[in-house]
């Protein structure tokens, strides 16, 4: 069959809830790439390269293997609680050289973000000036599905996914209101506190039949309602925190520790940052959040209980400091002690100086591509193999693989089963 006979991918809507830094250098990076004018390092889904099944010699784009929507059948919309259209966004959050912006700015301008859904209680040092007028929390929800609606009729995509891209909230486990469907709507009409902002973004896309992604700390979709609900409507949800700078190093890193046997003391890690999200962490109750994220994934590699010895007294320390100087453009500083042979100490130093959104903007890419493809897949619930995009990789049950290489594999494997049910191309070949 001719790749032209194939089912080609259809159009994408891509609605992002909150359009700051991470999510306008996504739709900024997305039109210079269209124009050719900048290449889309970083994301699987725009470079990487598969071998089929049986065919180890050969390799296919994964783009053309999945089937996947091209950049230009994305539309992109969403919604924020502070003024301005996507240019305004982009040049606040300062990440993009004015040079690149100008080029862009036209599809930027474009792009008037909804007015968002805001509650001072789980944003503390956010103030809200484009929010909807209902104040009910289930009537808030209605008017976002409504949204998704317009949206896609609007943008003429049958497909849409939501991503959570909103400053981090603060930290809030799932309690008695998060249970079942009929408990959290009900809750949601009586404006239940322990309701977030995020959470009714995410049941609104899940009534919608969109795939939802969380791409902050924050337990948005870790929680049975929204799993319930997202396996009854055919939706895929994954979480949680984008793996991006230190954490992304420390899960490379460490699994070489441990395959070597050499023992680790202690791990501190300390940032700077001046950006938005940098303001949000200042908040100690949203950084509790973040912490919660970021502290788990050496535990989960180093294994702690099996080998005692090696890894039982590890000191592991992790601070942010908002530094506004610095803007997007954190500075990391890792601080690995080490124990090799009789026990001799040793030190490793890393000073990662990255950019925040630059290394954020792909994994959306992927993750809004990918969550599309698994639904028309027909996958559903938790996608535990995308775990490879985030610090904190939400699972269908028991404990996360922290591991980037093991992270990788899955999501190989992930890719080869379904690739039969969204492309020919596997087939054919
Ligand atoms: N930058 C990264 O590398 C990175 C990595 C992992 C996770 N994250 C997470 O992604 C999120 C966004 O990061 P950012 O750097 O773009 O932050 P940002 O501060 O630049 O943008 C956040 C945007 O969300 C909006 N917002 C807040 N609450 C909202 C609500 N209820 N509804 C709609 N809009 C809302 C804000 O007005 C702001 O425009 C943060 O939670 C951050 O922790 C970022």
Request: proline content about 7%; some cysteine; aromatic content about 6%.
């Amino acid at each position: 069959m001719s790749k032209s006979a194939e089912a080609a991918p259809p159009r994408l809507g891509v609605l992002l809830a909150g359009m700051g830094a991470i999510s306008t250098t996504l739709i900024a990076g997305v039109e210079a790439t269209r124009q050719g004018l900048a290449r889309p390092f970083g994301a699987l889904t725009q470079l990487a390269m598969i071998a089929p099944p049986g065919q180890p010699k050969q390799r296919v784009p994964l783009a053309e293997y999945l089937n996947l929507t091209g950049l230009e059948d994305l539309a992109f919309g969403g919604w924020d609680i502070n003024p301005g259209n996507g240019y305004d966004m982009a040049v606040a959050a300062g990440v993009l050289e004015p040079l690149l912006l100008a080029a862009v700015r036209p599809a930027l301008e474009k792009i008037e973000p909804m007015p968002g859904i805001h509650d001072p209680q789980y944003l503390r040092r956010t103030e809200g000036r484009r929010v909807k007028a209902e104040t009910n929390k289930y009537e808030q929800a209605e008017a976002l599905r409504a949204d998704i609606r317009r949206f896609k009729q609007q943008h003429q995509v049958d497909q849409a996914v939501v991503m959570w891209c909103g400053s981090t909230e603060v930290f809030l486990p799932a309690g008695p209101a998060h249970q079942s469907q009929r408990i959290f709507e009900a809750a949601m009409k009586e404006n239940e506190p322990t309701i977030a902002p995020s959470m009714i973004y995410a049941w609104a896309a899940l009534q919608e039949g969109c795939g939802f992604v969380n791409a902050t700390p924050t337990l948005t979709v870790d929680m049975p309602v929204m799993i319930e609900l997202a396996k009854q409507q055919g939706c895929p949800v994954s979480g949680k925190d984008l793996k991006t700078g230190q954490t992304l190093l420390k899960t490379i890193l460490a699994p070489g520790i441990k395959q070597r046997m050499l023992g680790l003391a202690g791990w501190f890690s300390t940032n700077i940052l001046g950006n938005g999200d940098g303001a949000t962490l200042d908040d100690p109750a949203a950084f509790r959040s973040k912490e919660e994220s970021k502290l788990s994934a050496l535990n989960h590699i180093l294994q702690p209980e099996l080998y005692p010895e090696l890894y039982g007294k590890l000191s592991h320390q992790v601070k942010i400091n908002y530094y506004p100087p610095r803007g997007d453009n954190k500075e990391s500083w890792d601080n690995i002690d080490i124990v090799g042979w009789l026990g001799y100490p040793m030190q490793i130093k890393i000073n990662f100086l990255c950019r925040d959104s630059i290394l954020a903007a792909p994994l959306l890419l992927d993750l809004a591509l990918l969550s599309a493809a698994a639904q028309r897949a027909g996958e559903s619930g938790v996608l535990d193999w995308l775990g490879f995009y985030f610090k904190s990789p939400q699972t269908r049950q028991g404990q996360p693989e922290h591991d980037l290489a093991v992270q990788h594999q899955n999501l190989q494997q992930a890719f080869h089963r379904l690739a039969p049910r969204l492309a020919p191309v596997a087939a054919k070949a």
